[in-house]
Structures are given as C-alpha cells and as structure tokens.
C-alpha cells in the first residue's frame, strides 16, 4: 500500500484521489480552500454511488475507498506521501510554489508529480529541490471514467522516478504513455489543441456548424466524440489556456487560439461545467461526470465580458 497526496481538490485533483483510494492506496486530500475540500468529497461520494449502481465496483469496494481518504489544508499533511500529485490550476508560478512548499515538507526520495496537461516539466521542477524526483502525471478528465494517463519525463527526470509514477498510475487502473522529450502541451495536449483549434476557426468561419463537424468526425474518422464536445467535456477554459502554453513557447501559429474560443471563455461558456459550451447542454452532473448530457449546437458567443474569478489551487 502506498501513501499519496494529492495537492488540489478540483475536478482533477478529486478524481486522482478517487481513482488512486479504489486502487488501494491512502490518500490525503489537501487544499487551501476547506469548502472545496467538502465538494470533493461530495463529488467523490456520488462518483463511487454511480460506480457502484453501473455494477463497475462494489458497495464494499466503495466504501473502503471513501474511507482510505483523508483531507487537509495544511501541505504539511503530505509529509509521509511517497508520491504527491500536484493538481492546481494551470499556472506556472502557481505550480511552482506548490513544488517549492512540497520539497519542504517531503523526504528526499518522494516522488513528486505534477497533472500539468501543457507546461514543461522541466519549468516546474526548477522549483523544487530535487528536480530529478519530479515527473509529470497528465491524467484526463473525467479521471473516474478516462484510462489514459500521459507520464512526461523533464530534462532531470530520473529512471526511479518515472518508474515510481508508472507504477502509481497503473495501480490508479490506467494505462501510460511515455513522452521523452520535455516540449510544451506533451504529446496529447498538442493533438487535441490543433485539432480544436482548426474546427473552432472552420465553425467562426461558417464553413460548417459545430453539430455537423462533430458528427463528421465521429461518423467518418471513427471519434467517439467530436473535437468540440471534447472541448466542453474538457473545459473550453483548459483547452484555451493549454493552446495559450504551447503558442507562448512555440510561437507556431496553428496554436494561435481562435477568437471563438477566446470569447466562449470571456462569456463564461466554458463547457459542461457552465452548462454551455458549443453547444447548450440539457443537464449537469452533481458529481464528478456522469452520462452525457443531451446537447444542441449553438452559435459561438459575441462580445467580451470579464472572465470568472478562479480558486488558487482548486482545477
């Protein structure tokens, strides 16, 4: 059994710490927001009822991982971690004090990870003290319900500590993905920002409706899901900003982020979370994510409003 924290009690960081209880470990929950924390155990809660009512875990099963979760405001609390995840918004400096109060707080040999889905390791492991323990975790969301997990070796990443990460995620019930190379949005992140960049442009444009080019790449290309209710299933808010990352250090054009999507965001139409995204959505879950909601296309948003306030660490 392995004890992990898990920095970041938002949608990410509380499905980490789901997926990581139900595959055994002990794990400590820690946000500086004590509200948050309540949510996530809320929301876990009700993901682990789900899992239970579709037959996927037992009741027992549920329970005892509910109960392997302990939750804190003081970073302290990860001191005996072997492994510690940071989940936290996706800023740099934010990040960065994270790693830095961690390397504090943890034994030398703790592994630290961090779920950045576009910032390069090796920017993040500047902070802390020992960068070669420092390794990234790129899971997907809905964590619960998502198999992937994307592991990222930084320019000082060692054999160990990606080892020690391989092992955590597989034992969470996923399946890795090496990158070798520290570039910014990995591997994953790269694909899916091109590929909804380039269909918001298509739609801003009118060359085709948001409804029929989800449907062309489901129908023809064989897509469980469109590119854009991937983006709202994601978080038009987390795509936007990722494609931001890889622009920033890129400078190539194609991740340039449309002005469509730049709008959504300043109207607050970020996805399913909002409840509209590209496209309007009937209902939203209580919990994690459950069924896809039914949804109709809608045009993109006009007009520029001041973008929702965020929590500090919450993602």
Same mark, same amino acid.
């Given at each position: 059994m392995t004890?992990?924290?898990?920095?970041?009690?938002?949608?990410m960081g509380s499905g980490i710490a789901q997926v990581t209880s139900l595959g055994g470990s002990d794990v400590t929950l820690i946000d500086t927001d004590e509200g948050a924390?309540?949510?996530?155990?809320?929301?876990?809660r009700s993901s682990l009822d789900r899992f239970?009512? #579709?037959?996927?875990t037992t009741a027992a099963a549920a329970d005892a991982a509910l109960a392997r979760i302990t939750v804190s405001t003081d970073i302290e609390a990860a001191a005996g971690a072997?492994?510690?995840?940071?989940?936290? /918004?996706?800023?740099?400096?934010v990040k960065q004090e994270v790693f830095r109060r961690l390397s504090a707080v943890v034994a030398p040999e703790t592994v630290l990870a961090t779920n950045t889905?576009?910032?390069?390791?090796?920017?993040?492991?500047?902070a802390a003290t020992h960068p070669e323990r420092v390794v990234g975790t790129h899971f997907f969301s809905p964590v619960p319900m998502m198999q992937l997990c994307e592991l990222v070796r930084g320019i000082h990443t060692g054999d160990e500590a990606l080892a020690a990460a391989r092992a955590f995620a597989e034992a969470a019930g996923k399946t890795c993905v090496v990158v070798n190379r520290d570039v910014a949005g990995f591997a994953t992140t790269r694909l899916i920002c091109a590929l909804v960049n380039e269909a918001a442009r298509l739609v801003e444009n009118g060359v085709i409706s948001a409804e029929d080019l989800d449907t062309a790449c489901r129908l023809g290309f064989g897509h469980p899901m469109g590119p854009l209710a991937t983006a709202d299933l994601t978080g038009i808010d987390v795509i936007t900003h990722a494609t931001e990352n890889i622009y920033d250090d890129t400078a190539d054009p194609?991740?340039?982020p449309p002005a469509l999507l730049r709008r959504?965001?300043?109207?607050?139409?970020?996805?399913? #979370?909002?409840?509209?995204? /590209?496209?309007?959505?009937?209902?939203?879950?209580?919990?994690?994510?459950?069924?896809?909601?039914?949804?109709?296309?809608?045009?993109g948003s006009r007009g520029r409003v001041p973008a929702p306030a965020r929590r500090r660490w919450s993602r």
């Open positions: 004890q992990v924290a898990v920095i970041g009690s938002g949608l924390l309540d949510r996530a155990l809320a929301a876990i239970v009512a #579709k037959e996927k072997s492994i510690a995840v940071e989940a936290v /918004f996706e800023r740099l400096p889905s576009a910032i390069p390791i090796t920017e993040i492991a500047a194609q991740f340039f959504l965001v300043a109207a607050g139409e970020i996805g399913r #979370k909002s409840g509209k995204g /590209f496209f309007d959505y009937a209902e939203l879950s209580t919990g994690l994510w459950t069924t896809r909601p039914r949804a109709t296309a809608r045009p």
